[in-house]
């Protein structure tokens, strides 16, 4: 229950187009979701982060879609580019815990140019 | 803002010598730090749990004599492992939060370590 799937485990996208990362997960109490981006030999930089109270938040190119019914959530990249590059983390986290967060299982981009 | 550093970067260590690495949170107060285990091309794996002036939480699976960890302060935690071995070799990340109710966790660039 306290698992994050993600999925595609490798995404391989032209450039300019939109690369599409989903989530999912199994415990109702997880209210926080963000994602990580991490380049090789570095660590994970947050992207964007979601809460369960809104459907949709969007920061300049990157979007994170949100289904409370569904559990699922998703990254949405778009006009992808070359430095998009990297492996995206998906995690989830609950209120009140000691903040630890579960992460997915990550997903490798090439954007191709 | 929410800059946290990791040192060494990378470090190589013959088997059965000890490998301190800090992590510090260079701009701002970290009441909670947690350290990361990530092989190649794997997820993060989340080794311990530390609260500043409390003994860390350990993952189930990581021994804690192993991997002593130190939060003395609201910006410096430290992770020591001890009489290293071969499959000790790893990236070792560690992460900082603010406090509670803060649930963004910001990120240590890694430490490299090889165990020869």
């Known amino acids: 229950q306290q698992q994050v799937k993600q999925s595609p485990q490798s995404l391989i996208v032209q450039k300019g187009g939109i690369s599409i990362i989903n989530c999912a997960y199994e415990?109702?109490?997880?209210?926080?979701f963000p994602w990580y981006q991490q380049f090789p030999g570095k660590g994970p930089a947050l992207l964007i982060a979601?809460?369960?109270?809104?459907s949709e938040k969007k920061e300049g190119r990157f979007t994170i879609s949100f289904n409370k019914s569904a559990k699922q959530f998703s990254l949405h990249i778009m006009d992808s580019q070359p430095g998009d590059s990297a492996t995206y983390f998906c995690?989830?986290?609950?209120?009140?815990?000691?903040?630890?967060?579960?992460f997915g299982q990550g997903t490798t981009l090439q954007v191709k140019p | 803002g929410a800059v946290v550093s990791q040192h060494p970067s990378w470090v190589i260590c013959k088997s059965g010598t000890s490998v301190k690495i800090e992590c510090r949170s260079l701009d701002f107060q970290a009441t909670t730090m947690f350290w990361y285990r990530q092989f190649p091309k794997q997820s993060l794996m989340l080794m311990a749990t530390?609260?500043?002036?409390?003994?860390?939480?350990?993952e189930q699976g990581v021994e804690k004599d192993k991997f002593l960890i130190n939060h003395a302060s609201l910006t410096l935690s430290t992770l020591t492992v001890t009489s290293a071995h071969p499959e000790d070799s790893s990236f070792y990340i560690c992460s900082a939060r603010g406090f509670p109710g803060q649930e963004t966790q910001y990120f240590g660039p890694g430490t490299r370590l090889l165990v020869l």
């Open positions: 995690a989830a986290s609950k209120a009140g815990n000691t903040g630890k967060l579960i």
């Open positions: 530390s609260n500043e002036g409390s003994k860390a939480t350990y």
């Open positions: 979601i809460r369960p109270d809104v």
């Open positions: 415990n109702t109490a997880f209210d926080y």
